[in-house]
């Protein structure tokens, strides 16, 4: 059982320039850039004698600022990462601590050990930051008054030295890798790294606290569906059920705000099960991944919610390459 779960957060967030502590509970910080670009949470559990983190952000550069915020906040060493799985916008700050071990599952080192940069997910994030430079760009041009061109421009220019940062991303496999689980004992503290299933990608692990009722999902479970070009959407549901057997009363998604609300867990769960059901129809009627991405309809899912018919042709892609090729 846990104790005191009325109390949610312990402390009000602490702020530096670059990032915002949301302190979950007894020490373990939910740590979260500032800067309005897309970047993934990291967790900063401060221990008696240490601090372990889990994720290391989406550049050097942010994975600079949060050792740096990190610092504002105790003085003990950060002395070992944990990748909750291999994605960029989680593990491409990597390089800044290859000095202590960094933990993650064997998948995740198989991916960030090959070809990461070639990695679709990656590469697609690429792309998308110049087509934003380019809208930026031409939204500059189209402000009808200087001080709204100025507030654009300087938006410009602050995500315009963010995309600049993707250069020297030299990416970081994981040192120590694990297959099922593993447990660090720091102070008083235990972390639980656990591999619950395939989900969002073929390693995810989740960082369990037993004493605290806290889990930190990653990717695995957000608060609502997750980016599923890269998942198991056959067997995330099981995943997410064997989440649900730990002992915890809040989870820390990989973007966003801590979840209290676990039956977000169940809709979510519903969600991929029909997704599953209802492409796996289609897959076997011989519906082209275009058509089947335009027609199937889980609008019953106000929950999530759905609103429109359709799925993302990413996300029928994947689900047809599961079906054609189930390892
Ligand atoms: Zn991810």
Known sequence: MVAASGLLLAAQPATTDTHRFTEVRNGIFLAQTTAPVFNSNALVIINDDDVVLVDSHVTPSKARDLIASVRTLTSNQITAVINSHHHWDHAHGNQEFTDIPIIGH????????TAPLDEPTYTRGVVGNQARLERMQEEIADATDATEQARRQADYDLFAAHVQ??????????????????????????????????????????????????????????????????????????????????????FVPGHGPPVTDLSRIDVVQDYYRDLWRETETKYREGVSVEEASRTIDLTSHTGIPIRNVGVDPLTVGRIYQRLENPD
Request: hydrophobic letters at 40%; aromatic letters at 12%; a negative charge.
């Open 106 to 113: 064997e998948f995740t080192y198989e991916k960030l050990a």
């Open 165 to 250: 940062d993707f250069d020297e991303i030299a990416p970081v496999p994981p040192s120590v890798t694990m297959s099922d689980r593993m447990t660090l004992y720091r102070g008083n503290r235990e972390i639980q790294i656990l591999f619950l299933g395939r989900a969002h990608t073929g390693g995810d692990v989740a960082v369990y606290f037993p004493d605290d009722g806290v889990v930190f999902t990653g990717d695995m479970a957000l608060n609502g569906p997750s980016f599923l070009g890269d998942g198991f959407v056959d067997e995330w549901p099981q995943t997410l059920e064997n989440l649900k057997a730990l002992d915890f009363d809040v």
